[in-house]
């Protein structure tokens, strides 16, 4: 995990997310790098737009809050149940876009 986010971390900081960036920030937080996940890493996010990832992600957070404010909400009504599979659907394909980070 403290790969993916030392290229998350790279990634807000807009520097680039090559294997010698990713093992110093790996060094700074006091684990020693592997360099077979580095490499596996930063090939992965060659291939992915972060920035779109990133936006994908709250979508899944998002779905989960309903959840939890429904049973406040007013029982009766089919509109509730078509906007959950929505969200479903949506944070599926986030699910699976991220899936791809870890082949």
Same mark, same amino acid.
């Given at each position: 995990m ?25 060094k700074?937080?006091?684990v020693? %790098?592997?360099?077979v996940?580095?490499?596996a ?5 060659? #291939?992915v737009?972060? &920035? @779109? !990832? *990133? ?8 779905a989960?809050?309903?959840a ?5 909400? %007013?029982a009766?009504?089919a ?8 969200? #479903?659907?949506?944070? &599926? @394909? !986030? *699910?699976?876009?991220l ?5």
């Amino acid at each position: 995990m403290e790969y993916v986010y030392a290229a998350l971390l790279l990634h807000k900081l807009k520097q680039n997310i090559t294997e010698d960036n990713v093992k110093s920030v790996v060094k700074a937080a006091g684990v020693t %790098p592997d360099d077979v996940r580095v490499k596996a890493l930063v090939a992965a996010l060659s #291939e992915v737009n972060i &920035e @779109e !990832a *990133l936006k994908a992600a709250p979508v899944a957070v998002a779905a989960a809050a309903p959840a939890g404010g429904a049973a406040a909400a %007013p029982a009766g009504g089919a509109a509730p149940a078509k906007e959950e599979k929505k969200d #479903e659907k949506k944070e &599926e @394909e !986030a *699910l699976e876009g991220l899936s791809s980070l870890f082949g």
